[in-house]
């Protein structure tokens, strides 16, 4: 169990991005009081959790709806994590990420932000939502499902804890080192995305 816990934990980690949300979360909020920041924080990370919980508990009754196999759904899953992967190592995510903070502030009607863009889909994205969905599917069985979401809930308890620091943490990390661990964790993400699509393709032909 241990063991799961900690290959969720990366995954979550890598696909959330808690360090890499933080900085857009200080830059989107630099005029806001320390209330308003912090009302913002617990308001999209609190958004954003329930729309993960929701995805984690009947995103599998949802694809049997659809009529989609978990299988498909792994290998649709796995590619897609792959291409965040990818935009992760060639630090496309993160022009993404701050192209869609200037729309948001060149708007100057949207001064709350804390539902967009930050709980979604910075926090609860398209990465976020198939990797709880594909892990829930792979791990059957109510410890292993609760050992999954013991997960999700550490890396949004650290969200929460990096928006809340975000201006410290931004100064602590550098725009240098940040780049040095988007591109580690890219990897990473990579080499599990592609044990999703093969685990995908196990399920479609046996």
Known sequence: MFELYVSSLITF???IDPPGCAPIF???TAG??????????????????????VFALFGEDLL???GIQLGSFRIAGGIML???????????RTQRREDRAARVVADHEAEDISIFPMAMPMIAGPGSIASVMLLGSRNAGLE?????????????????????????????????IEAVI????????AALAV???MDGLHAALT
């Open 13 to 15: 980690f890598v696909v």
């Open 26 to 28: 200080a830059g989107l």
């Open 32 to 53: 806001a009081s320390p209330a308003h920041r912090r009302t913002m924080a617990f308001r999209a990370v609190g958004v954003a959790t329930a729309i993960l919980l």
């Open 64 to 66: 049997q709806g659809l």
């Open 82 to 92: 792959f291409l965040i992967a990818l935009e992760m190592v060639f630090e496309k």
């Open 144 to 176: 292993r499902h609760l050992v999954v979401l013991g997960a999700l809930a550490t890396i949004l308890l650290l969200m929460l804890a990096a928006l809340l620091a975000a201006g410290p943490l931004m100064r602590l990390l550098g725009a240098k």
């Open 182 to 189: 988007t591109r580690l964790l890219g990897v990473l993400l």
């Open 195 to 197: 044990q999703f699509v």
